[in-house]
């Protein structure tokens, strides 16, 4: 079980601002987020697109944006848990209890809810035979790509993912690329660069067919694919990846009794608290009159929410407003030797 001052859901913008808010009023987080990296929308939607309404700073991408504010927390040594989702939360005494999918447990009196859009999680292929085999020969992530050097991977998928995956592993694999449409939606230049390494046979594309089933023992050694007239072909693999996209969703959010209105946490603008004590809501994820679904409207939202927490995590004490430029016990926290 871990004890903490605050528990943090997303590590998308908002709740990386929050976490270094907290910091700087001397209390402790934890954050936990579904995607198996920091960042949020910024990361995993658009870390190549240069964003310009980020207060003082002109023009940055999601992936420089991303780490910045992980650089700007360093100095507090918080713990992130990747890959994992808050499922469940109860009430004692108090007192948050927080479960996540892997198993992890956190007692805290305070939950802060940056979830953005909900979690993110693939759009997974519909036969019922691939999750036998998910995580381990059917994929719809690479962490390593290292474990294809010299195998046979079939690769699912129209859009960028799909494309930059079949250029980079047909390098060092057998690549097949089946999309269920004759037009890929990727960038131009990768769609001439599959046109060009499948006519140097470096690569097989099969188009107007997707998956029909997959076949094997410990590990996949078949894939069916079904093309639009119903023929089935059946090619040898040791990989299935699949990059259909990511769906988001407020999954476990739903059901732990908060005020919900079109996907949507409804707070009060003096410190982000939701309808239930102790539970804050900041970033897209929450709702106001007048609400901007912008990065920086979930940064002073983080900061209010931060300074919310801090009567339930130190009750005996006062909060005690102060400048960064000008707190010494602001700076010795960052770490600012003078
Ligand atoms: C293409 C695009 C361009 C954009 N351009 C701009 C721009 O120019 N300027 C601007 O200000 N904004 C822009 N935005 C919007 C901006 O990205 C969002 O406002 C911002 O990301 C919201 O931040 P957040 O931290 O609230 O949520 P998110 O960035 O969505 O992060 C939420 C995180 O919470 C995690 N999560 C959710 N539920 C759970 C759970 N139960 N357990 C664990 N983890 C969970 C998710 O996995 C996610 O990582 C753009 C958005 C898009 C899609």
Known sequence: MIDTDVLIIGAGPTGLFCAQQLGIIGLKCEVVDNLDKIGGQCIELYPGKPIYDIPAIPECTGEELTNNLIEQIKPFNFNFHLSDRVQKINNKNDKWHVKTLKGKEFIAPNIIIAGGVGSFEPRKFPPKSCEKFEGNSVLYSIKDKTIFKGKTVVIFGGGDSALDWAIELSKNSKVTLVHRRDEFRGA???????????????????????????????????????????????????????????????????????????????????????????????????????????????FHEGALAARGCFKYARPNEKYRFEFTTTSKTVKDRIGIKE
């Open 188 to 298: 131009q230049a990768s769609v001439e660069k599959i046109k060009e390494l499948q006519k140097e046979k470096k690569i097989d594309v099969i188009t107007k067919s997707s998956i029909n089933d997959v076949k094997g023992n410990k590990t996949l050694e078949l894939v069916e694919i079904k093309n639009d007239d119903g023929k089935i072909i059946s090619i040898n693999a040791d990989y299935a990846l699949g990059f259909f996209g990511l769906i988001m969703q407020l999954g476990p959010i739903l059901d732990w009794g908060l005020n919900i209105n079109k996907k949507t946490i409804p707070v009060n603008t003096e410190n982000f608290e939701t309808n239930k004590k102790g539970i804050f809501a900041i970033g897209d994820i929450c709702s106001y009159p007048g609400k901007l679904k912008l990065i920086l409207s979930g």
